[in-house]
């Protein structure tokens, strides 16, 4: 532990790469029937023979699961069905010992509302200085049942949930996920206090989740309808002013934060900032974050020109400042971008799961991914990265590519031929089965039914290594705004 001020300048985060693991899914280790931590501290060998340099945590605190993990109770706490901060430390220590560093996930937006200071919120009255730690508000209406303004929460309906005394509080997310108010002192301080605590216990890095969403326009104006569904910020020329995404006050809790790791050696956090490309450069001062998620390309159809615009005016904007750009093809929250560009031009890759592919476009998606998969993700052309997670950007241009090859299984007349790929399997005029072209396994390559079964592995590692990545289940995409993800 270290807690003296260093002067001492370090850019291991600037060419790690980063395995990204969800405690829940990973690893079993109890036979409890869901990952834990233990789970994980017995796969760290394997970890580790990956050539990896970090882990990314999603949540493990204290939590109710209701968005998994992402609604946090007790933020010194460790969930219990996952471990216990005992359990935490040893798997710190290990991973150093393995020459593994360790990214936490932080979530300073929200709290759930089993938080310890909701309860006490909704226990008192208004007015109590209690529920300052959150923003409660009376309704509209002659009764005050009406909501206090008209603004949308990112999973859908009104942002704003009354309780029982009549007033309401304000959620951008779920319900049971009510939102911070920074604009006291007493939220600042504790957060200051959470870093400190993880820091203290070895913690090398923070991902800061939602980093653009927590200061708000506490005047709370009514939305036209041409900003009102906006979660994005990302189109246009210009950024558009938004009253709870990407205000200007986050800049101040960034230099907060900043100060506090910068006591600590070789510490480093990165943002999930969903904000145009040209507010992108503002979170990567030297005295706010060393990395932020670069979304652009997610977002960006797949067409040459399109990529070399993103791709360029990111690259721009960062080296204006010194900064690197981190891509982000896809994400725990989104689907794989292997299976987003094999889909149909016309297919709205969000709405396509729920709206029920049909057998033609499921055929030709799935071909389309075997051949578009190659020149995004295993030859990533765009200038080189800093964290290259698979979820969160390309490698650099190397000999890293998939040699996808389909596993005989019975001898029945769908069983697919030694060696065969899916699209020589679909080709002969086979059932792509209800699986094919929306689920991917964690190589990018597509991962089919039981009758057909794959594989995937490197040929050859050389320029590039590729980190892999199990992530929590996406959200229903009907009720994920576009942007604004986790």
């Keep these: 532990m270290t807690t003296a001020t260093s002067t001492a300048v370090s850019t291991w985060w600037r060419d790690s790469v980063v395995y990204q693991v969800y405690v829940r899914s990973f690893a079993d280790g109890n036979g409890g029937g869901q990952g834990d931590i233990n789970g994980l501290r017995s796969r760290l060998g394997h970890i580790a023979s990956l050539g990896v340099d970090a882990i990314w945590l999603n949540p493990w605190y204290l939590s109710p699961l209701a968005d998994g993990g992402y609604d946090v109770a007790d933020y010194r706490k460790i969930e219990p069905r996952y471990g216990t901060l005992a359990d935490a430390e040893a798997l ?35 007015g109590d200085p209690s529920r300052d730690r959150y923003i409660f508000r009376p309704g509209q209406g002659a009764d005050g049942n009406e909501p206090p303004n008209n603004w949308q929460a990112v999973f859908g309906g009104s942002t704003w949930e009354q309780v029982d005394d009549g007033e309401w509080y304000l959620h ?120 932020a998620f670069n979304f652009d390309l ?102 890293y590519r998939p040699r996808c090859s389909t596993t005989p299984r019975g001898n029945g007349p769908n069983t697919p031929r030694r060696g065969e790929t899916v699209a020589g399997y679909l080709s002969r005029g086979k059932p792509p089965g209800r699986h094919l072209g929306s689920a991917m396994d964690r190589h990018g390559c597509l991962s089919l039914p039981p009758s057909v079964g794959s594989r995937c592995r490197p040929k050859t590692m050389t320029q590039s290594r590729l980190s892999l990545s199990t992530g929590r289940p996406s959200r229903p995409e009907t009720s994920v705004s576009p942007a604004v993800t986790r």
Aim: one cysteine or more; aromatic letters at 10%; charged letters at 25%.
């Design 92 to 126: 710190i220590e290990e991973c150093h010992e393995l020459g593994i560093r360790v990214i936490a996930d932080l979530v300073p937006n929200h709290t759930s509302r089993e938080h310890q200071w909701f309860q006490e919120a909704l226990a008192s009255p208004p």
């Design 172 to 291: 951008i997310f779920d319900t049971s996920q009510p939102d911070l108010n920074w604009e006291h002192p007493e939220v600042r301080d504790e957060f200051d206090a959470i870093i400190r605590f993880w820091l203290d216990r070895g913690i090398d890095g923070l991902r800061i989740d939602v980093a653009h969403g927590m200061i708000k326009d506490l005047d709370f104006p009514d939305l036209p309808e041409e900003v009102l569904g906006n979660f994005a910020l990302l189109d246009g020329d210009e950024p558009i002013i938004h009253p709870f995404w990407d205000r200007d006050g986050v800049h101040e809790i960034n230099r907060r934060w900043r100060a506090i790791l910068d006591e600590y050696d070789d510490r480093m956090m990165v943002a999930e900032a969903w904000v145009h490309s040209k507010h992108l450069p503002l979170y990567l001062r030297p005295d706010e974050y060393h990395q």
């Design 298 to 399: 997610l977002e960006t159809p797949w067409r040459a020109a399109a990529f070399s615009n993103v791709i360029t005016t990111a690259v721009t904007a960062a080296n204006a400042i010194g900064a690197t750009t981190t891509w982000v093809l896809s994400n725990h929250d989104v689907m794989r971008h292997a299976t987003r560009y094999g889909l149909p031009n016309e297919a709205n890759w969000r709405r396509w799961p729920l709206d029920g592919p049909t057998r033609s476009s499921t055929k030709t998606s799935v071909i389309a991914v075997l051949v578009r998969q190659r020149s995004s993700h295993f030859r990533c052309q765009a200038p080189p990265i800093s964290t290259r997670a698979k979820n969160w950007a390309c490698p650099r241009p190397g000999n």
